[in-house]
């Protein structure tokens, strides 16, 4: 069966940090892109950041020098380091591949506020 689980979600003050985790089953990490996405209120889900299964990363330019993806393909996991936390980054968290989908797992909330 195929299942994204999202961790590590929570409340943080402005300048914050959190790590997010994405554990995945099936194969759906073998040779793919990953991604993290987030969805806020009343806003389309977006790409945050992607990395393939080489190590390349590209993120979206609102989260530069900010936010880090990395990958553990033994453990079909991948992370989102998230430093310098502002209130716009409020939003649903998601994992799931770049290309070809699956389906949605529940995500994790994350929200900044003071």
């Known amino acids: 069966q195929v299942q994204l689980v999202e961790s590590g979600g929570g409340l943080v003050q402005p300048g914050g940090s959190l790590r997010l985790s994405c554990a995945a089953s099936?194969?759906?990490?073998?040779?793919?892109?990953m991604g993290w996405y987030r969805q806020a209120p009343g806003k389309q889900r977006e790409l945050v950041a992607s990395i393939t299964s080489s190590g390349k990363i590209n993120y979206a330019d609102f989260v530069k020098g900010r936010f880090t993806i990395s990958r553990d393909n033994a453990k079909n996991t991948v992370y989102l380091q998230m430093n310098s936390l502002k209130p716009e980054d409020t939003a649903v968290y998601y994992c799931n591949r770049v290309n070809y989908r699956v389906p949605w797992g529940q995500g994790t909330q994350v929200t900044v506020s003071s």
């Open positions: 099936g194969s759906i990490f073998s040779d793919n892109a």
